[in-house]
Nanobody, 127 residues
Framework: QVQLVESGGGLVQAGGSLRLSCQAS????????VGWFRQAPGKEREFVAA????????YYADSAKGRFTISRDNAKNTVYLQMNSLKPEDTAVYYC????????????????????WGQGTQVTVSS
């Protein structure tokens, strides 16, 4: 069983930066792909970025490319999402999720492929 806790959200002005963290419990977390998703009020949850268990593969939504960077430190059981050049449309609750298919080579991008979810952290970008 894996438990995920997100942190690092907050209020920031447009053009600013935030770094989200996803801290995990469980010895097998380092073998799981991890993704970040977000959900804005009145909208469906959408994929943001994902990283393979060994960091060899990353994948970004078009909205995140060039502005967001996903990374992980398996020694710390933590995955990060560095968000730069934030825009008001980035405002949402951000969730991290882990896929329990160990050592998966292909990074999953669909929410249904993920098995464990955190509680979310609010990101608000003011104009």
């Amino acid at each position: 069983q894996v438990q995920l806790v997100e942190s690092g959200g907050g209020l920031v002005q447009a053009g600013g930066s935030l770094r989200l963290s996803c801290q995990a419990s469980g010895r097998t977390f380092s073998t799981y792909a991890v993704g970040w998703f977000r959900q804005a009020p009145g909208k469906e949850r959408e994929f943001v970025a994902a990283i393979s268990w060994n960091s060899d593969s990353t994948y970004y939504a078009d909205s995140a490319k060039g502005r967001f960077t996903i990374s992980r430190d398996n020694a710390k059981n933590t995955v990060y999402l560095q968000m730069n050049s934030l825009k008001p449309e980035d405002t949402a609750v951000y969730y991290c999720a882990a896929d329990d298919w160990r050592y998966r080579s292909k990074v999953p991008v669909i929410s249904g492929q993920y098995d464990y979810w955190g509680q979310g952290t609010q990101v608000t970008v003011s104009s």
